[in-house]
């Protein structure tokens, strides 16, 4: 530890860029090694002052565009997932729920039988973030693939989470697993989407209802954001918007 110089450490933070770690990655990289060195420090385990002079990549607010699926490609998803495995079956309703609402795959996996209000026709979706439930109308195509999935796949047991395992033991599906789920399917489509899960999901949505002439209020609260500055993202991928700006005539101003 003591042979330990900020060279070494500037060497090691390149070595990640150069295998592909994101600026974020390498941001959250830098601060841990700070912490580390903070305590070797003290600890009198290295040379004093390193900890001050490790330099992270400098991160902007909102400098990523979030990736998703054109909606092209997530029809062509939902229509791969629509056949008679049982294993389709289930994943068709999930990502139906992941593509058309937007959530989130926690909130996926939290999602109990009693939150399906059929007489009423709506949907109580668990918004941990915002401390509260919220309600969405439960369109027919969804409820079309949740009720097949109801009758046809999901075993008959006492667990009231709506998604469950195909396989003993029967238990409900975590959020974690919900990830590899969206991940295979997009992955058979041969999509090349980083990353591939069920949170790009959300993105197409959120894009889809943005391309579809939704207000950015409208897209936050339908997504469960709990700041507007959460949906300003979306608008770095209106292209159709940014055209539009780039052929406006702006002579008249000179």
Request: aromatic share 6%.
């Given at each position: 530890?003591?042979?330990?110089?900020?060279?070494?450490?500037?060497?090691?933070?390149?070595?990640?860029?150069?295998?592909?770690?994101?600026?974020?990655?390498?941001?959250?990289?830098?601060?841990?090694?700070?912490?580390?060195?903070?305590?070797?420090?003290?600890?009198?385990?290295?040379?004093?002052?390193?900890?001050?002079?490790?330099?992270?990549?400098r991160?902007?607010?909102?400098?990523?565009?979030?990736e998703?699926?054109?909606?092209?490609?997530?029809q062509?998803?939902?229509?791969?997932?629509?056949?008679?495995?049982?294993?389709?079956?289930?994943?068709?309703?999930?990502?139906?729920?992941?593509?058309?609402?937007?959530?989130?795959?926690?909130?996926?996996?939290?999602?109990?039988l009693?939150?399906l209000?059929?007489?009423?026709?709506?949907?109580?979706?668990?918004?941990?973030?915002?401390?509260?439930?919220?309600?969405?109308?439960?369109?027919?195509?969804?409820?079309?693939?949740?009720?097949?999935?109801?009758?046809?796949?999901?075993?008959?047991?006492?667990?009231?989470?709506?998604?469950?395992?195909?396989?003993?033991?029967?238990?409900?599906?975590s959020?974690?697993?919900?990830?590899?789920i969206a991940?295979?399917h997009?992955?058979?489509?041969?999509?090349?989407?980083?990353?591939r899960?069920?949170?790009?999901?959300?993105?197409?949505?959120?894009?889809?209802?943005?391309?579809?002439?939704?207000?950015?209020?409208?897209?936050?609260?339908?997504l469960?954001h709990?700041?507007a500055?959460?949906?300003?993202?979306?608008?770095?991928?209106?292209?159709v918007?940014?055209?539009?700006?780039?052929?406006?005539?702006?002579?008249?101003?000179?």
């Amino acid at each position: 530890m003591s042979a330990i110089t900020v060279a070494d450490i500037d060497a090691f933070l390149e070595s990640k860029g150069k295998q592909g770690w994101t600026r974020a990655s390498l941001a959250a990289l830098a601060s841990s090694l700070r912490s580390f060195f903070r305590f070797a420090e003290a600890r009198g385990w290295c040379a004093p002052g390193i900890t001050a002079v490790i330099e992270a990549p400098r991160l902007y607010t909102r400098e990523r565009i979030p990736e998703g699926p054109g909606w092209d490609d997530v029809q062509r998803l939902l229509v791969a997932t629509g056949g008679d495995r049982p294993a389709d079956i289930r994943d068709h309703a999930i990502l139906m729920l992941l593509a058309v609402y937007g959530l989130r795959r926690g909130e996926v996996a939290e999602l109990r039988l009693d939150d399906l209000d059929w007489e009423g026709e709506l949907i109580h979706i668990a918004r941990p973030k915002q401390r509260r439930a919220q309600r969405y109308p439960l369109l027919p195509v969804v409820g079309e693939a949740i009720l097949r999935y109801l009758r046809e796949v999901r075993p008959r047991c006492g667990h009231r989470a709506l998604f469950l395992t195909l396989g003993a033991p029967i238990r409900p599906l975590s959020a974690p697993s919900i990830t590899p789920i969206a991940h295979a399917h997009l992955s058979r489509l041969g999509l090349t989407l980083s990353p591939r899960g069920a949170h790009c999901l959300r993105h197409a949505c959120a894009s889809h209802l943005l391309a579809s002439g939704f207000s950015l209020k409208q897209i936050g609260d339908h997504l469960g954001h709990r700041s507007a500055n959460s949906t300003l993202s979306y608008t770095k991928v209106d292209l159709v918007g940014l055209r539009q700006v780039a052929e406006l005539d702006l002579g008249a101003l000179r």
